[in-house]
């Protein structure tokens, strides 16, 4: 009883719930772990008691949590208070110091008693003090009368996150994927920044979704995911337009001959990822595949590439090596100055871990013991010795920030009233400059995963190191508030991946299988707060991937603070009924409505049953493949029916007939976004991501291709005819009025 007391004390589950009705008892030995990542020991018994002892005596003698919400209530009428002040012992004092500087006394919860109190700036209005305070992030200073103290965060936030127009639709894409005629074998934010302003002005879309854009853990080769960052706080330079960087129209001399003879190997890298298909696994194998050198599933055996990113970034590097020496103009050195005073401390740490890395190694764990502390004297000597590598990769992070902002503008210039959707990853990977940055917030030892359920009997483990929920509430979600700034300083939107982690996530201890973790609870209330109050600031809409196993009450919760929820239409189902395909006025209104994802077959491999060919010759089924092709053709013909039965789709359609019904569908959803995964547009048959592959797949490395599997640029896509007719489908129940036809 002691240990499972102490857990519930530190918000660690000692069993959970895979399904209705089943309950699963979490291990002592996992709980032991994760309370010890904690800093709590809990190893023996005597521990388990003098912890229990200490956390429960903490409790009665604090007068306050570290971190309090207050949601704003409209009208400025009274908000309801945060529950704890009503435990406040009589005669308590309470005195507000908001972000702002000023200073205000409140009365505590249930008190009537006449308040004294500045004027805080703007117009008075007749309500309480409580609803006189300003959103933001402020410090509450709280007096007993028997002497006790505490000083608190105090986050005030609006009840909801801002709004999407009604009905709009866009496009969904990686942008790595996304190459034209002007990138350097990947996509890039020039890239971006045309197909806003292409979609926006010609298609009437009102957004376009991409992947994460954070920096990568440097290395040979790098991991391609990005899900597995070195920083979500700042942009990887990878993503860079070296031609768009105002110092490369400057070069002259050598260093110009020296970027001439890059961008020609760029222009032989770019086309050797656009030359014609290859097969994804030998059409003889029958076993767990054997993946070729690029491309699509298309039985073909031609020449061709993947995406290569370290390609990609040595060529870029090698230019920004040299454009790091030239000069900046005036204006441009002032706008320098202003980014480096206004990311600080934080972008100071990024940029010394890179330039460490670079000469140490990416694994900061194998550095010197001196330079694995951020703070540690020899890390402030390394940094004033490497300040000229410093000073480059915070260069880094200021241009990619410019060539965010151009395509955020390109967007709104275009008439998208969204704009740019950026992604959070859930996590960031152990060895990388946020780990090592942020040391202190971080749980050690643990790893990010996902409980046994129908989909996975084995669990996950995403390798990712879980923010310690103490560490965030003692801090008033300082790196939290920081990653949200960042992020939404150039979005239109943010999509956050694995949203159920701002309550809930399941930590699996080091050396441990997945089955043996066990979920550790985070102050939702908070996390929801901070993201509305950063969302608020930036006028940036919210969007959660809400797929998979969401607990009880975690929609609702989302909901009400206006956070859209993700729907797939091959799982959006009548499941308290009759489990057929659930109609599509039944769908909710709060949400991104879409065909795939990242992460799923893309329509026409779903809508062919090629994904469940594809993952047999890699070995990735768990029944024999007639049973799996059989359920697969059942649950299309039922969609196909459905869609018939609608007018959607006429009897004996085509391929593309059929993925226009699809997206005819969600149309005919209340969702108030629509995206069109981009390859849909074109008849892509390859996922962009296979899960439970590593090596057997190119995951993350193929460019948008045609039916055939043939790389399209971005410039072809334009002209296509295939996707102008698939927007054409959502273009009349969402674009504005002023778009131009097609």
Known sequence: MGLARLAELHGVATAYSPSPGVTVPVPDDTVISVLAALSVDASTPVAVDAALSRAESAAASRLLPPTLVLWSAPDGAAPDLPPSLATLPPGATLRVETERGDSVELPRAGSAEPVEAEELTGPAV???????????????????????????????????????????????????????RRSWGMGD?????????????????????????????????????????????????????????????????????????????????????????????????????????????????????????????????????????????????????????????????????????????PRWRDWPAGLRDPR????????????????????????????????????????????????????????????????????AGMSVGAPPDAFNALGQDWGLPPWRPDVLAASGYAPYRGLLTGLLRHAGALRIDHVMGLFRLWWVPEGQEPTRGTYVRYDAEAMLAVLALEAHRADAVVIGEDLGTVEPGVREALERRGVLGTSVLWFERDWAGTGQPLAPESWREGCVATATTHDLPSTAARLTGEHVELRHRLGLL?????????????????????????????????????????????????????????????????????????????????????????????????????????????????????????
């Open 126 to 180: 007749q309500a309480s003090a409580w609803a006189r305070l300003p959103l933001g992030v402020h410090r509450l200073a709280v007096g007993a009368p028997d002497g006790r103290t505490a000083r608190v965060t105090l986050v005030v936030a609006p009840g909801h996150v801002p709004q999407p127009p009604a009905r709009t639709h866009g496009f969904l894409v990686q942008l790595y994927s996304l190459l034209s």
């Open 189 to 361: 934010l020039g890239d971006l920044a045309e197909l806003a302003a292409w979609s926006g002005r010609v298609l009437g879309a009102g957004f376009v979704q991409i992947n994460p854009l954070h920096a990568a853990v440097p290395g040979a080769p790098t991991d391609p995911s990005p899900y597995r960052p070195s920083s979500r706080r700042f942009p990887d330079p990878v993503h860079l337009r070296i031609e768009d960087i105002p110092e490369y129209a400057y070069a002259r001399g050598p260093e110009r001959e020296r970027l001439d003879a890059l961008v020609e190997k760029a222009a032989a890298l770019r086309e050797s990822v656009l030359r014609e298909p290859v097969p994804l696994v030998s059409a003889q194998d029958t076993g767990v595949g054997e993946v070729a050198s690029a491309g699509a599933s298309t039985g073909t055996d031609q020449g061709g590439a993947l995406i290569d990113r370290d390609a990609v970034w040595a060529l870029k590097r090698a230019a920004l090596d040299i454009l790091a020496t030239a000069p900046l103009g005036p204006g441009r050195r002032a706008a320098y100055c202003d980014f480096l005073a206004a990311q600080g401390q934080a972008l100071e740490d990024h940029a010394t871990w890179y330039a460490l890395a670079e000469a140490h190694g």
């Open 622 to 742: 768990t029944r024999p493949l007639e049973q799996e092709q059989a359920d697969d053709r059942a649950e299309v013909a039922e969609w196909l029916h459905c869609l018939v039965g609608l007018g959607l789709l006429p009897e004996g359609g085509g391929e593309e007939d059929e993925i226009r019904a699809v997206y005819g569908f969600l149309s005919r959803t209340p969702a108030r976004m629509i995206g069109i995964w981009l390859p849909d547009a074109v008849g892509d048959r390859r996922p962009q991501n296979l899960p439970g592959t590593w090596d057997q797949y190119p995951n993350w490395r193929l460019p948008v291709a045609d039916a055939r599997g043939r790389p399209m640029t971005l410039e072809e896509l334009t002209a296509s005819p295939r996707l102008r007719g698939l927007t054409e489908v959502l273009r009349s129940r969402t674009a504005p009025p002023r778009a131009r036809p097609v």
């Open 376 to 443: 540690s004297p020899e890390t402030a000597e390394a940094r004033r010795e490497l300040l000229e590598r410093v000073d480059f990769h915070c260069r880094l992070a200021w241009l990619t920030d410019e060539q965010l902002a151009a395509a955020s503008k390109a967007a709104g210039d275009a008439g998208m009233p969204v704009g740019i959707v950026h992604d959070l990853a859930v996590g960031v990977h152990p060895d990388g400059a946020d780990a090592w940055a942020q040391q202190d917030a971080f749980a």
